[in-house]
């Protein structure tokens, strides 16, 4: 294939016709600008664009509430008291789970201190929690928060692992090196499967592995991961993960979060946790006043009966994910992103750097361009242009093409006018 070929419209046009997962797009509400054209929409990585079928999966609930009020609970079309089990299965293979080890509830940051509660058990000399120095602000205040909760001071309780001098991604014989050091001394271990910055993918089975050599607990932040890359969650061994579902799930602005307590755990009632009385046998919640008996598996950690209309819009979307298998999307999305780095590496000019892993299996869709000299000017040229991406200070774009709803023509449109900005 020549690359004159490839750089043309008319191929991109052609891997369209040819991709299996193109009418997806058409399930999806495309903004629009003035004369009517789709915006090409690369932020599945901030806030995914909602599915046509979340309306109706929405109003189904409003008219089961307005015509049945409180008999909804059992009464309802999706009995509102099992809903969050209607997630279950189709959550549990999007991240390569078992249905024991999930559950959709609260949100992620909430999500995180709870599994904290009985993830991070310091001891006077084992308190450390290691976390990458570019993690997701919200972790690291909910890290920081941890340990003054618990008595340690915040600075000398963490422990970052850091690229090295002059580069962006992270190497696991660093984590290696701080374990090999600080080992005794790391409780928790908390990273993100998919960093939020660099799009950098880490090999999950490997830092369980090492994390567990050392006595340490590991978790997972997979807010950049899930619906984006297969985790296979079960088999990586991590004792937790939490995520939220408004990113490539496309559940909608600040919607639930779901997490992951991996099955070795399930059983262990002497694990400290907060509960409530979600946390309770469903078998027996309604007879009140009665003793606290815990439910196993990821159930137990939920505390309230939960937003319905919230778990309605995760549904649709988890029906797509289901319908089209995490395997299918994520081989179109390694051929979609790296056509875009096919393209981006075609533009001429040496003021642009990919800070993403170049190898798919170390990335998930999204690609950070770093580009010299550049300011927030740019960004905002892209978004005149109806091109929506992320900015980070002080000069890198994150863009992510999604595969269910980007084409191989948002790409070409995208970098052809990213070259003409440059
Ligand atoms: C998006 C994101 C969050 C957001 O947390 P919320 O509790 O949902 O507001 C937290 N951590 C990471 C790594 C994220 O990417």
Same mark, same amino acid.
């Given at each position: ?7 043309? =419209? ?20 495309? @903004?629009?600008?003035?004369? &009517?054209?789709?915006?090409? %929409? ?14 109706? %999966? ?40 078992? @249905? ?12 995180? /201190? ?9 001891? !006077? ?21 941890? =340990? ?13 692992? !850091?690229?090295?001098? &002059? ?19 790391? #409780? ?8 939020? %910055? ?8 490997? +830092?369980?592995? =090492? ?15 899930? &619906? ?87 549904? #649709? ?6 319908? +089209? ?5 994520? !081989? ?11 393209? +981006? ?39 005149? /242009? ?30 052809? +006018? ?5």
């Amino acid at each position: 294939m020549s690359t004159l070929l490839k750089t043309s =419209l008319a191929y991109a046009k052609e891997q369209d016709q040819k991709d299996e997962l193109n009418h997806y797009k058409n399930q999806f509400h495309i @903004p629009k600008d003035d004369q &009517g054209n789709d915006w090409i %929409y690369m932020c599945g990585n901030s806030l995914g664009l909602q599915p046509k079928a979340t309306q109706e %999966y929405i109003l189904q609930e409003l008219k089961d509430w307005a015509n049945l009020g409180v008999e909804g609970h059992f009464e309802a079309k999706n009995p509102w008291m099992p809903y969050h089990e209607f997630l279950t299965d189709s959550m549990a293979k999007v991240v390569g789970a078992k @249905p024991l080890e999930v559950v959709i509830m609260n949100t992620l940051t909430t999500n995180l /201190h709870l599994l904290m509660v009985s993830f991070y058990q310091p001891s !006077k000399t084992k308190f450390k929690i290691v976390i990458e120095s570019d993690a997701f602000p919200s972790d690291r205040y909910a890290v920081e928060s941890q =340990l003054r909760f618990h008595g340690f001071d915040h600075k000398e309780g963490i422990i970052e692992w !850091k690229p090295r001098k &002059g580069e962006e991604l992270l190497h696991l014989e660093d984590l290696e090196t701080i374990l090999d050091q600080q080992g005794d001394e790391i #409780a928790l271990l908390l990273i993100g499967g998919v960093n939020y %910055y660099t799009g950098q993918y880490l090999d999950l089975k490997k +830092i369980a592995s =090492l994390g567990h050599a050392k006595n340490c607990m590991v978790g997972i932040d997979l807010a950049h991961g899930v &619906g984006n890359i297969t985790p296979d969650l079960h088999k990586s061994g991590v004792d937790f993960a939490a995520w939220c579902t408004y990113k490539y799930l496309n559940s909608g602005p600040g919607s639930l979060g779901g997490l992951f307590v991996h099955e070795k755990h399930a059983h262990n009632k002497k694990l400290k946790r907060f509960t409530g009385w979600w946390s309770h046998n469903k078998n027996t919640r309604f007879n009140m006043r009665q003793e606290f008996d815990l439910m196993p598996g990821a159930e137990g950690y939920q505390l309230s009966n939960p937003p319905i209309l919230s778990m309605a819009a995760i549904k #649709a979307s988890l029906d797509i994910f289901n319908e +089209i298998g995490m395997d299918t999307l994520r !081989k179109k999305s390694k051929t979609l992103t790296g056509y875009f780095e096919f393209l +981006i590496h075609q533009i001429d000019t040496d003021r642009i750097r990919i800070i993403t892993p170049s190898n798919p299996e170390e990335r998930g869709c999204q690609l950070s361009i770093q580009v010299k000299n550049a300011d927030k000017n740019l960004h905002q040229k892209l978004t005149d /242009h109806h091109i929506i991406t992320d900015w980070r200070e002080p000069d890198v774009i994150r863009c992510a093409p999604t595969p269910l709803y980007n084409s191989f023509e948002d790409v070409y449109r995208m970098t052809e +006018i990213l070259k003409t900005l440059l």
